[in-house]
Structures are given as C-alpha cells and as structure tokens.
C-alpha cells in the first residue's frame, strides 16, 4: 500500500509542477503580444514622409511671434486636414545665403526626405553677390539632394528683387530660378512671395518679410505646386 501511495504522491507532485508551468506560460502570452502591438504602433507613428523647407528668413518665419504662423506651418495645417501622412519640418534659417545652404546641406540630409522645397537666393540678391555663384550654389544643392536620394521630389522657389538692384541684374537674377528649373526638370514656383512682395500691409515694417497674414498667402501659393507633387507620390 505504501509503494502505491508514494507512487500517487510522487504523480501528484509532478501533475501540480506541470501545471504551475503551464500556467506561468500562459501568463507571460499576454505580455508577448503587448510588445507585438507596441511595436506596429511605434512603425505606424514613424511611417510619415517628411516634406522639409529648406530656406531662409522667409521660411523660417522672421519677426513673426509664433513660428506656428510661418508657411511651412500653414502647409502642416493643410496636409493634416487632408489627413496625409506627411511631416513637414522647417529648416528655414535667418540671413541664409546660398553658400550657407550649400555649407549646410549634408547635415540635413541626414534624414530620409521625400519632398525638398529649396526657397534661397533673396539674400544673395539683396547683396549683389554674383549672379554666376548664386547659381552654382544652388545646382550644388539640388545635386546634393539628389546623389543622397534621386527619388526626392525637388521644388524650386523663384525670387525676384526689388527695383532698385538695377534692371539688368534683377533680370537675370529672375532668370537663373526658371533656367534651374527647366534644366534639372524640378517642379517650379516662378515667385514664391506672388500677391505679397511690395504690398506694404501684408509685409512688416522692413517691407521684405511677410506679415501673418503675408504667409497665409504664401502658403496658398507654394500648396499650388506641393499639393500635386504629393498626389504623384
């Protein structure tokens, strides 16, 4: 009888063992597919293209209170209302020339980039650099983008300079946007500030940087060309 009954404890033993196993398996499930769901949630979060505005003090929203006000922030406020998936970050800087773009434009591209908005040149314009440097410096860019990633859709903002620079040389500064355009096949606005530039009330007191009101023009007028670049994507 003995032999029986330890043979019966011993099953006995091992049947709760087993079953405590079981139930510690059964209990570590749960948590397998809590990190499963996370992950698909964090590749969902971090799925968003990136358009990037890559400019001066007109992108970056100079004299403005709120950066929120600048177009780059304006063209967000559109995409999201169309529910795209797309982040748009502004890499807009003070006082940029196109040689300052040019120093910089590797760091940028340290992040995947599917729409390049390139808007320099004013500063270059307003200081009478020569027309032939503005020019290499801004094909350099533009090849810069492209070598890191040729599927990066590329779109040239034009700028036109006041008067008072000389007919001849606002003429041909005007002319180096659309001939960068046509020969590198980018998509082209012809002048970004289009129903802004020289309107003193949508402008600040130095009458160059737009008002609020000015960038909500401003982005109209660069969501005319971004908005089909983004469907043929």
Known sequence: MKPFFLKFCYFLILFVFISCGNEAKTKEQPSTHTSTATDATVTETTSKKTILC????????????????????????????????????????????TAGGRSRIQWVLNQEIAVFILELGANDGL?????????ANLQAI??????KNPKTTIILAGMELPPNMGQDYTTQFRAIFADLAAKNDLPFIPFILKDVGGIAELNQNDGIHPTVAGHKILANTVWEVLKPAIDRL
């Not at 200081?127 to 020019?135: K, V, W």
């Open 127 to 135: 200081r009478g650099i020569p027309l032939t440097e503005t020019r």
């Open 54 to 97: 890559f400019g001066d003090s007109i992108t970056a929203g100079y004299g403005l209170d709120d950066t929120n006000d600048a177009y780059p922030a304006l063209l967000q406020a559109k995409i999201d209302s169309l529910d795209l998936d797309y982040d748009v970050v502004n890499s807009g800087l003070s006082g940029e020339t």
């Open 142 to 147: 533009i090849d810069a983008v492209r070598t």
